[in-house]
């Protein structure tokens, strides 16, 4: 079973319509991330939690949120999506030392 | 403002020969860098890092060079192979900070028979 799992892998959706992308993990580490990767340009960092009670902005936080239900899961919403967010949507984890992250198989969203 | 840069977002290397990919940062306080492989609809895979305190890690067919005073790294594979055809991500963080990875815009390398 996979480490880091992601929920939806694909989505479609209307301007307009709230989204969530989910992510859960069984590594136990208390670090998560949400990155967004755009054709030719990398994987940019959204948001990002190094416990349950914290929550982090990352290089562009706009137009998302994020909850910390538990420390397995952390889920990306987009409150009302538009047409530039698609992308697809990485969730990662890593442990509190310096190591590496460890990502998810990715979420392809389409916002029409 | 890009603090990791790819400057090659394609490489095509034969089969048996060595792939060099290269990286550049601008922030000096960089200090742990890392690369990732990345198949189509897979997430990003760790590959390898290396410290600031190193300027040379090796694993098996990959070794990563690191030269401070350049500001470059560079990713080797030798002797590449029909399975390395991926891309690459660079990254790097700062340990000061609050352990966010930089991550440059990728490489792809194709692995020619």
């Known amino acids: 079973d996979a480490d880091v799992t992601q929920t939806p892998r694909n989505r479609i959706t209307k301007t307009g319509k709230r989204i969530m992308l989910e992510c859960s993990q069984t590594k136990g580490h208390d670090r998560m991330y949400w990155y967004r990767q755009d054709p030719g340009l990398g994987l940019q960092l959204i948001y990002y939690?190094?416990?349950?009670?914290?929550?982090n902005k990352g290089e562009i936080s706009d137009g998302y949120s994020v909850s910390r239900q538990a420390q397995a899961k952390f889920s990306l919403s987009l409150e009302s999506a538009i047409p530039n967010q698609t992308a697809l949507y990485f969730c990662a984890t890593s442990e509190p030392i310096r190591d590496e992250q460890f990502f998810g198989p990715g979420t392809r969203l389409t916002v029409l | 403002d890009q603090q990791v840069k790819q400057n090659s977002p394609s490489l095509s290397v034969q089969e048996g020969r060595i792939s060099i990919l290269n990286c550049d940062y601008t922030n000096s306080m960089f200090d742990y860098f890392l690369w990732y492989k990345k198949y189509p609809a897979e997430g990003p895979t760790f590959l390898i890092s290396i410290s600031s305190i190193k300027d040379k890690n090796e694993d098996g067919r990959f070794t990563v060079f690191l030269n401070k005073s350049a500001k470059h790294l560079s990713l080797h594979i030798v002797p590449s192979q029909p399975g390395d055809s991926a891309v690459y991500f660079c990254?790097?963080?700062?340990?000061?900070?609050?352990?966010?990875?930089?991550f440059g815009k990728g490489t792809r390398l194709h692995i020619l028979p």
């Open positions: 990254a790097a963080s700062e340990m000061n900070r609050d352990d966010k990875i930089i």
């Open positions: 939690s190094f416990d349950v009670k914290d929550i």
